[in-house]
């Protein structure tokens, strides 16, 4: 009786086990500041996703962000694309910058753990934009961002390099 009640807490035991975590690979390592509108200044290191493959797979399968408070997305152009938490499973924020780094909009998104990514909620600000920063679950609000806010990348030859495309 006693070997049973042993590997039955064995086999508990396994079974609620914590997945090793799973950090973001391939991005590099950059940093953002956040101006509000009396001036104070947030920076925060962020992963950079600026390639289509980058900017696709994002977050999918990540619990632990490691060294970065959250992920830069840079896009090519200004729009209004929609986000989706598709194989994500860590809860985000999100919050989206236009063009010249004023804070355009925030959302909490939820994992979708569908089969199909059809099935995942969708999440815009409704307005064109050109950077979003995903941040751990209620990172948009612990940043309290408000209209008049702005996001700026500090990294000048990464800057330079992608976005502007000059050396």
């Not at 391939?26 to 200044?41: E, K, Q, Y």
């Not at 959250?70 to 200004?78: E, H, N, R, S």
């Not at 919050?95 to 569908?114: I, L, N, R």
């Amino acid at each position: 009786m006693i070997g049973a009640l042993a590997a039955a807490t064995a086999l508990v035991a396994l079974a609620t086990t914590v997945p090793p975590s799973v950090t973001p690979t391939g991005f590099d390592l950059g940093r953002i500041a956040v101006t509000d509108a009396a001036g104070a200044v947030r920076t925060l290191p962020v992963w950079i996703a600026d390639t289509d493959a980058e900017l696709q797979r994002g977050l999918m399968d990540v619990t632990d962000l490691g060294p970065a408070d959250g992920m830069l997305f840079v896009f090519d152009a200004t729009a209004d694309w929609r986000f989706y938490m598709w194989q994500t499973v860590m809860p985000l924020s999100v919050a989206w910058f236009a063009e010249d780094g004023t804070f355009v909009g925030a959302e909490e998104m939820v994992p979708c753990t569908s089969d199909d990514e059809s099935g995942c909620a969708r999440y815009s600000p409704g307005t064109p934009y050109r950077f979003a920063v995903e941040l751990p679950a209620g990172g948009a609000a612990r940043l309290a961002l408000t209209e008049g806010d702005r996001m700026t990348v500090l990294d000048p030859s990464w800057w330079q390099r992608t976005v502007l495309g000059t050396d």
